[in-house]
């Protein structure tokens, strides 16, 4: 069965650089979430999209912005990239409206140097 | 998660049976899931929980109170790849993100 799929899977950037990280939900999957987990730490939400429009918003920094396109993927924009945002990327997806089981991505590794 | 209460770590033997337990406080609750995690990798869907009563999938069973904010996950016949992160995580407050515990380590060894 299709999973979510998130690409890179790794990214190297440095200081004050922008990034984009990207997902691609499970077909026919209407809800994207982004969340931010920190080395020993529990996911942490960012944002969530329904039907291509922002439906939550999390701990997400302003530096960042997301947004989900008509074929439904999803891309989180990081940018002025901090030391601090070295951290696992994941993505999820549901169906429903977010009411269903939400699977995640292999996850992107952002590392800031 | 400051609302989601587990456990920091769990130990048990191979071939053991091992119930690691979340607590979660909400004025609103839209389901509870359980996920595993390996150091470096994604979460891994295990169950997700509705309704109160017993779920069970394999070697794996996870258990939902409402009434009492309370679940658990048991996993059974216990194999060394099971040692891993064991994460809650809580659709609260009428919310339906997924909102993370800290996650359980259960460290299984011969």
């Known amino acids: 069965a299709a999973g979510v799929i998130q690409s890179p899977r790794h990214l190297i950037k440095e200081k004050r650089e922008t990034a984009t990280l990207k997902c691609y939900p499970i077909p026919r999957h209407d809800t994207v979430y982004w969340y931010q987990q920190g080395p020993g730490q529990d996911p942490q939400f960012l944002i969530s999209?329904?039907?291509?429009?922002?439906?939550d918003k999390g701990s997400i920094p302003d530096r960042f912005s997301a947004q989900q396109f008509s074929d439904y993927h999803s891309e989180l924009n990081m940018s002025s990239l901090e030391l601090g945002d070295s951290a696992l990327y994941f993505c999820a997806s549901s169906l429903t409206g977010g009411r269903a089981e939400a699977f995640f991505g292999q996850g992107t590794r952002l590392t800031v140097v | 998660g400051q609302n989601i209460d587990q456990p920091t770590e769990m130990t048990a033997t191979e071939g053991a049976i091992v119930q690691i337990n979340c607590t979660y406080q909400t004025s609103g609750f839209n389901g509870l899931f359980w996920y595993q995690q390996h150091a470096g990798e994604a979460p891994t869907f295990l169950s997700y929980?509705?309704?109160?009563g017993l779920e069970e999938k394999g070697r794996f069973s996870s258990f939902l109170s409402r009434s009492k904010g309370y679940s658990y996950l048991l996993l059974k016949e216990l194999q060394m790849k099971d040692s891993a992160s064991y994460l809650c995580?809580?659709?609260?407050?009428?919310?339906?993100?997924?909102?993370f515990g800290r996650g359980t380590s259960l460290i299984v060894h011969p």
């Open positions: 929980n509705v309704l109160d």
């Open positions: 995580a809580v659709r609260l407050g009428g919310s339906y993100i997924p909102t």
């Open positions: 999209f329904y039907e291509k429009m922002q439906s």
